[in-house]
């Protein structure tokens, strides 16, 4: 400490100590806040459709495009040290040989961010229901912060369409049975640790209370054939299926 | 002149303190930088905002190195009795009993 650069490191040196100490400390303050999250999944409607994996493949696949309903309460999932929590719905079919893990794909997801996260574009703007939205909800629309109607671990979704169709890798989807609809969850914390969806309850943490749809089965090709619906716009960037062709009303065969 | 003019320049950029200052300074450090974090995660945790523990725990780093890094008198209250070089002039130094000093 006898000349101006050691103190300099050694106040620094000690900064990183307590920034260390208390960064871990505010991962573990976490333990300590109860969580009770809630959710259910229904179906809505499943159809079976047949496409390509892209517009100049020959390979034809089958596709399931499944609407849901949602309602969850995972606004205890909100802590201090939340930055935001990943919310993901997966579908769950067996496998046709015995013996083989299910197979899980991801159907819809969104980016729900605490009140502590910056404004990113990624993030889920929840649609305001029609009952509540007012004339000039129009004008706030172009905002560039757009106000969700819920606090952010609040989802009411009826018939909403997925995100993306899910395929199989064998191709082939109609007439699978026991399919169902399961709600996962990634909380990415400010500091500490990534946590996922608990089942069980561990502590001041219950597990999730509900969550998961009865379950299904997947029609065959072409019943209950509509517009597909798929999420079109920045949502829907990632879609696979007819992405150069969009699929008009009524038209794809 | 252009020497004094360096050694002046040298003393403050090195910013020399005695031993009781280097002490002095060492608990400072410890003390407010401690009090820094533990404050920074109280309030944060009372106001359930995160931010405000980073801007507490900022501020307070910010204050420990304002308040140790200049060599304040403070620092400098007890100054070593050094021996003079022509105190030392008598002194005879052997270094394997051949005479250097």
């Known amino acids: 400490m006898h000349s101006s650069l050691v103190r300099v490191q050694n106040v620094f040196g000690f900064f990183t100590t307590v920034a260390f100490t208390v960064a871990a400390v505010i991962a573990l303050s976490t333990f300590i806040h109860p969580q009770s999250p809630s959710a259910s999944v229904q179906l809505r409607n499943v159809q079976i459709v047949r496409g390509r994996p892209h517009y100049y493949s020959y390979k034809k696949e089958e596709y399931a495009h499944i609407k849901f309903d949602l309602d969850t309460d995972l606004n205890s999932l909100f802590n201090w040290n939340t930055k935001q929590v990943f919310l993901y ?33 990624n993030h889920y703007n929840h649609p305001v229901p029609k009952s509540k939205s007012k004339p000039k909800s129009k004008k706030s629309a172009k905002d560039k912060k757009a106000e969700s109607p819920y606090p952010p671990g609040e989802i009411h979704l009826t018939n909403q369409r997925p995100k993306y169709q899910i395929t199989d890798i064998t191709g082939k989807l109609q007439n699978r049975t026991d399919v169902v609809l399961e709600l996962g969850w990634n909380v990415q914390p400010w500091v500490g640790a990534l946590v996922w969806t608990n089942k069980k309850t561990y502590g001041a943490w219950e597990g999730l209370q509900g969550g998961v749809s009865s379950s299904f089965d997947f029609p ?3 019943k209950k054939m509509k517009d597909l619906e798929t999420e079109k716009g920045k949502e829907g960037h990632r879609l696979e299926v007819g992405g150069e062709h969009p699929v008009r009303k009524g038209g794809r065969a | 002149m252009a020497d004094q003019l360096l050694d002046q320049v040298r003393d403050a950029v090195e910013g020399q303190i005695d031993f009781e200052g280097q002490r002095l300074a060492e608990m400072i450090t410890t003390v407010l930088l401690g009090a820094a974090g533990i404050l920074a995660f109280f309030v944060g945790f009372m106001a359930q905002d995160i931010k405000l523990s980073v801007y507490i725990g900022l501020a307070g780093t910010a204050l420990t190195f304002v308040a140790v890094v200049p060599p304040w008198p403070v620092y400098n209250k007890n100054p070593e009795g050094w021996l003079s070089s022509h105190a030392a002039a008598g002194i005879t130094i052997d270094v394997d009993g051949q005479k250097v000093g």
């Open chain 1, 220 to 222: 065959e090709v072409g």
């Open chain 1, 89 to 121: 719905l997966k579908a769950i079919y067996p496998s046709t040989k015995a013996g083989q893990p299910a197979s899980e794909a991801i159907i819809w997801d969104a980016i729900l961010a605490s009140d502590s996260a910056p404004w990113h574009q």
